[in-house]
């Protein structure tokens, strides 16, 4: 059984700094890409930016510069770092893990349950 655990999320001030953790458990091969989102009640979920387990990247307008993706393989574990905070990016955040639980075997996504991000003075 596959699981995600999101955590590091909380109160920052703005300029301040946030390291989200999705950590997968369970038995894997690979995380073959790890791409997070926010939603804000009441609007759709958006992306803040994707990683494929080769290194590519890409990040929407208002993440560039500000949020990294990575991937640490060996601890089964994707990471958001989040740089300059502004009370705008105040939301939920969800990590979304594309795994391949066995080698040759096809990849399977699943969903962390959001870890809060609250930015405010």
């Known amino acids: 059984q596959v699981q995600l655990v999101e955590s590091g999320g909380g109160l920052v001030q703005p300029g301040g700094s946030l390291r989200l953790s999705c950590a997968v458990s369970?038995?894997?091969?690979?995380?073959?890409?790890i791409s997070w989102h926010r939603q804000v009640p009441g609007y759709q979920r958006e992306l803040v930016g994707a990683?494929?387990?080769?290194?590519?990247?890409n990040y929407p307008d208002f993440a560039k510069g500000r949020f990294t993706i990575s991937i640490d393989q060996a601890a089964k574990t994707g990471y958001l770092q989040l740089n300059n905070l502004k009370p705008e990016d105040t939301t939920a955040y969800y990590c979304?893990?594309?795994?391949?639980?066995?080698?040759?075997?096809?990849?399977?996504?699943?969903w962390g349950l959001g870890t809060q991000v609250t930015v405010s003075s």
């Open positions: 979304l893990v594309t795994v391949r639980r066995y080698p040759g075997r096809p990849t399977r996504d699943y």
């Open positions: 369970g038995q894997i091969y690979n995380i073959a890409a």
């Open positions: 990683m494929a387990s080769g290194g590519g990247s």
